[in-house]
């Protein structure tokens, strides 16, 4: 991530226009790249021993906390970047679900929007 790009995203964060970050083509490209690299495997439920194609990249520590991670497949020794399922994502991303339920949002923001 170039210093350029981390302070447009921290102008998205700030202005609360994260979803347009996934239409940026080093996220599509890197996407890509992580899901390969995982074959297309939910990597949570390969934790629990059952098998999931993963269609979701997650950040790991997420994007409004760490945006200097955006594009960082790797932090440190561990992945920032996972593929994930759908229904795995939903459980990572709690607080979404919530408003979602509560009627607060017009409509469900798509998985692949989801940071
Ligand atoms: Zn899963
Ligand atoms: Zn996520």
Excluded at 18 to 47: A, G, N, P, T
Excluded at 63 to 75: E, N, Q
Aim: net charge neutral; hydrophobic share 25%.
């Amino acid at each position: 991530m170039t210093e350029g790009q981390l302070l447009k995203l921290r102008e998205k964060i700030e202005t609360d226009n994260v979803d347009s970050f996934y239409h940026w083509k080093d996220w599509e490209r890197l996407r890509q790249e992580v899901l390969r690299m995982d074959h297309y495997e939910c990597q949570i439920c390969k934790e629990k021993g059952k098998y999931r194609r993963a269609d979701i990249v997650h950040h790991v520590k997420h994007l409004k906390d760490r945006p200097d991670l955006a594009l960082s497949i790797w932090d440190g020794e561990e992945r920032q970047l996972i593929s994930v399922c759908k229904r795995c994502h939903e459980d990572l991303h709690p607080e979404r679900t919530v408003q979602y339920r509560y009627g607060k949002k017009e409509k469900p923001l798509t998985e692949e929007r989801w940071d």
